[in-house]
């Protein structure tokens, strides 16, 4: 068991970012055992969902001529535009059925502001819209968190490099992540985590 004040914080593991889903990753469902083990040697536990408006800024489908995985300026910076995925409400949005989410005490929905994307359990892009998660951790005592789920290199890595930055230690289980790796992406957010402190074990 680890001590009181670690948390274990699981990201997106949804059906649409597992095998079968509008943006799969790869294997992405192949973790889900060892999160269900881990989840029970944590005392905080948090979730966090994906959970998108149908008309969301980030949809490719929502910029007539745009192609998925294109890259757009927004008033917050670079936006990659994805495949429609998790749809607040939708099958796609919910939980993998193989994920146990009952031992967490918080779930963290993010991405349900049309208008900008949300990759990080502690913020939005704009790097400065809060979710409430740093609060309710602190709240706790929490002062180190793990991360493990989807995608290792977007929301993983972001949800990372923004705890270090709050002054938590920061671990994420890369063997307990899947990655995209969309150009070179994975190669680069292993670099930011690396030079952020954040500590990579397998």
Known sequence: MQAGTEALIVIDVQNDFCPGGALAVAEGDEIIPRINTLMGQFAT??????????????????????EAFSLIEMAYGPQVLWPVHCVKGTAGA???PALATDPAQMVIRKGFRAGIDSYSAFFENDRTTATG?????????????????????????????????????ATVLMGACRA???????????????????????
Do not use: K
Request: glycine fraction near 10%; charged fraction near 15%; aromatic fraction near 8%.
């Open 45 to 66: 536990v948090v979730l966090t969902q994906d959970w998108h408006p149908a008309n969301h800024a980030s949809f490719a489908a929502n910029h007539p001529g745009a």
């Open 94 to 96: 919910a939980f993998h």
């Open 133 to 169: 998660l740093e609060g309710y951790l602190r709240n706790r005592g929490v002062t180190g968190v793990t991360l493990v789920g989807l995608a290792t290199d977007y929301c993983v890595a972001y949800s990372a490099l923004d705890a270090a930055r709050l002054g938590f230690e």
């Open 180 to 202: 995209i790796d969309l150009n070179g992406s994975l190669a680069e957010a292993r670099a930011q985590m690396q030079t952020a402190g954040v500590m990579l074990l397998d």
